[in-house]
């Protein structure tokens, strides 16, 4: 038996991991597109149009904070369904829509 040390130290490397994990701090997307699912069902169920409308806002605001890679059914399907509540309230009660606190 020998004792001569076969490892080489001028090939060693100390691991470096690539990958990363990445955590993402702004959800206003994923708020925004619930929210808009709430007001607009609030507006198809109850026939209240600034919900319909606050649905359609909240639409537009999570389409524009959306990621390249996102989803994109779930953005048209929260378009569809806050278009669908404002036509809905509309073709309920064609009178122009009065805000609750005035």
């Known amino acids: 038996m020998t004792s001569i040390d076969l ?3 001028d090939k060693i ?4 991991s690539s990958y990363t994990l990445q955590f993402s701090d702004d959800n206003l997307q994923e708020y925004m597109n619930v929210m808009g ?3 607009s069902m609030c507006g198809l169920m109850m026939k ?12 537009f605001i999570g389409f524009a904070n959306a ?3 996102d989803d994109s059914k779930q953005i048209f399907s ?3 369904l806050s278009i669908s509540a404002v ?4 073709l309920q009660n064609p009178t122009p829509m009065t805000l609750p606190f005035m």
């Not at 490397?13 to 470096?16: D, L, S, T």
């Not at 209240?48 to 639409?59: E, M, N, Q, R, T």
Request: contains cysteine; charged residues 20%; aromatic residues 18%.
């Open 7 to 9: 490892r080489r130290n």
């Open 78 to 80: 929260c378009f569809m």
């Open 13 to 16: 490397k100390r691991f470096k």
């Open 87 to 90: 036509v809905m309230s509309y």
């Open 48 to 59: 209240v149009k600034w919900c319909a409308w606050i649905s359609v806002l909240c639409s």
């Open 37 to 39: 699912m709430i007001f």
């Open 67 to 69: 990621r390249g890679g």
